[in-house]
């Protein structure tokens, strides 16, 4: 089956340490994006990415570093800048057209040690 | 600037009434419209969507939304509720700036009693 695979589901950041959430799609899509979800708050965008080799800061892009070397994959970067680091994160891809909703990978959750 | 509202953090329902969870939504040109529900420690499943046409949109597990322009509204509704349907809701909005990005309310946590 097609879809959304976030990795890992749980992971720890200590004081000034860097992390990394993968996030891997085997849906051909073109377009992935980064969310952080916070409770009471919905999702907030951090990064997007249309196509290979080509990404965008959403609402909320500091403290954070994407790429995009592959389609299918679409790694976030969560680095000691970002001082409140505690939230829930969530991968998205879309197909072309904007008429079509996007697809989510279940998520990581992330806290401080 | 675009937004959407969800004016009920919580809504309690019966286990088999109907149920109506609110969204309304301000963007500038046709709005593209999604529900979403969440469970816990899980993604976001999609649900329905308007893009044109009928104002009654029907969507997966008996849901169904009602588009409103005049009200600009989009509210998520189900005949008669089941427990299983307890969750997070999240209505959002395609951002008119392009990208395919999208605008989420804040969200809405049902809860469906037996």
């Known amino acids: 089956d097609g879809g959304i695979t976030q990795s890992p589901k749980y992971l720890f950041r200590k004081e000034g340490q860097n992390v990394t959430l993968s996030c891997e799609q085997n849906l051909n899509h073109d377009a992935m994006y980064w969310y952080r979800q916070d409770p009471g708050q919905g999702l907030r965008l951090i990064y997007y990415?249309?196509?290979?080799?080509?990404?965008q800061k959403g609402d909320i892009a500091e403290g954070y570093s994407v790429s995009r070397e592959k389609k299918e994959s679409f790694p976030l970067t969560v680095t000691s800048a970002q001082k409140n680091p505690t939230a829930f994160y969530l991968c998205?891809?879309?197909?072309?057209?904007?008429?079509?909703?996007?697809?989510f990978g279940d998520g990581t959750r992330l806290s401080i040690l | 600037a675009q937004s959407v509202a969800q004016p009920e953090d919580q809504v309690n329902v019966a286990e088999g009434n109907p149920l109506t969870v609110k969204c309304t939504y301000s963007v500038s040109g046709n709005p593209y419209l999604f529900w979403y529900v969440q469970y816990p420690n899980r993604g976001l499943q999609f649900l329905l969507k308007?893009?044109?046409?009928?104002?009654l949109v029907k969507g997966s597990y008996g849901f169904e939304a009602e588009f409103n322009k005049s009200q600009t509204s989009f509210h998520l509704k189900k005949p008669s509720a089941l427990v299983s349907d307890s969750a997070l809701y999240f209505c959002a909005v395609r951002d008119p700036g392009g990208y395919n990005k999208l605008i989420f309310g804040a969200g809405t946590r049902l809860a469906v009693h037996p």
């Open positions: 308007y893009i044109t046409g009928d104002n």
């Open positions: 998205a891809s879309i197909e072309g057209p904007s008429n079509q909703p996007q697809h």
């Open positions: 990415s249309q196509i290979v080799n080509d990404f």
